[in-house]
């Protein structure tokens, strides 16, 4: 489904916004990315942290052009088993066109030259290491693809597929999908897990910064141990506001 974009041809997407709501409501996560991506040639790319349950979108997305644009965020801290997972699960899927994007290496040098950071300030290494390089890349993209989903944290609870990200669209097609919808669609398409996922890591971000999760606890527990921090800053800050939302 497109919309009729005669009336505003040359409008950023976020002018779009309430009515790809519309067109979309209640629609499947693979007819959203569909969607959102034949609307907007030329200016999608998916957001990927190729961690515990990012096969499902990375599928869909595969599905719909095998040069799909992947961004993923090289933060130079990522488990060895998170970078030996992309590289065999875009070649699974036959990705073409997934990228690294790293921080920059004086602005690295200038804050974090012992890498120690992550101790003194975890929300200004997450800073450094993610928000500021996936800002500088996102200036490409006008419309990015987010796997984020309601129940994976209280402040991703009332997410909307469809959102602003200041002047660009952020979609998240799987926003209203379950852990059991995301395990159904893994088992139904036999997708290869991350491994991590079998030693108990069901949320995995940087190394330092992650743990295994003990029987019972909150899949995100594993995040920032023992620290009030549950978001890494490129969709929340701190204070647990969006970031970056008109």
Known sequence: MLLDSRSDLGARPLARLEGLRLAFAGARPQDVLAGAYAEFPGQVALVSSFGADAAVLL???????????????????????????????????????????????????????????????????????????????????????????????????????????????????????????VRDYMAEHALPLHPLVARGYPSIGCAPCTTAVRPGEDPRAGRWRGLDKVECGIHFGPDGRIRRAS
């Open 59 to 181: 599928h869909m997305a595969s599905e719909i052009d095998r040069d799909f644009p992947v961004l993923m965020i090289e933060t130079l801290m990522l488990f060895p088993e998170t970078l030996a997972y992309q590289q065999e699960l875009a070649a699974h899927l036959g990705l073409r066109n997934v990228r690294n994007i790293y921080p920059s290496p004086a602005e690295v040098m200038a804050e974090d030259a012992d890498g120690a950071l992550h101790r003194r300030d975890p929300d200004a290494c997450c800073d450094l290491r993610k928000v500021r390089p996936l800002d500088r890349a996102l200036a490409r993209w006008p419309v990015t693809i987010s796997g984020r989903k309601r129940f994976q944290a209280a402040t991703r609870s009332a997410i909307d597929v469809f959102e602003a990200d200041a002047d660009r669209l952020r979609v998240n097609p799987l926003a209203t999908w379950t852990a059991a919808d």
